[in-house]
């Protein structure tokens, strides 16, 4: 059974960091790309970043870029993302998920649950 757990989230004062984190089971996670997406109460959900399968190539979209960073644990099967400098319109809950192709909620083949964070003085 394909299953994805991110866990992480919570609330964190502007600047501060949040490390998210997205277990996998049922599947080795090193074949596929994941990305990480967020969807902010009214909005869009949005990709912000995604990681290929075997080179681990990265791509972070504008909003995030210099602040985030995406990474994978394949002993863990596991793919983290490390938060910095967040900012109020950080606030969202984030999904992590496998992607058919670009990242792109119409590519994603399977979804976590989510997980929240807050950034809040």
């Known amino acids: 059974q394909v299953q994805l757990v991110e866990s992480g989230g919570g609330l964190v004062q502007p600047g501060g960091s949040l490390t998210l984190s997205c277990a996998a089971s049922?599947?080795?996670?090193?074949?596929?790309?994941i990305g990480w997406f967020r969807q902010a109460p009214g909005k869009e959900r949005e990709g912000i970043s995604s990681i290929s399968s075997s080179l681990g190539s990265t791509y972070y979209a504008d909003s995030v870029k210099g602040r985030f960073t995406i990474s994978r644990d394949n002993a863990k099967n596991t793919v983290y993302l490390q938060m910095n400098s967040l900012k109020p319109e950080d606030t969202a809950v984030y999904y992590c998920?496998?992607?058919?192709?670009?990242?792109?909620?119409?590519?994603?083949?399977?979804w976590g649950k989510g997980t929240l964070v807050t950034v809040s003085s």
């Open positions: 998920a496998v992607l058919e192709g670009v990242l792109h909620p119409s590519q994603v083949n399977y």
């Open positions: 049922g599947f080795t996670l090193d074949y596929y790309a």
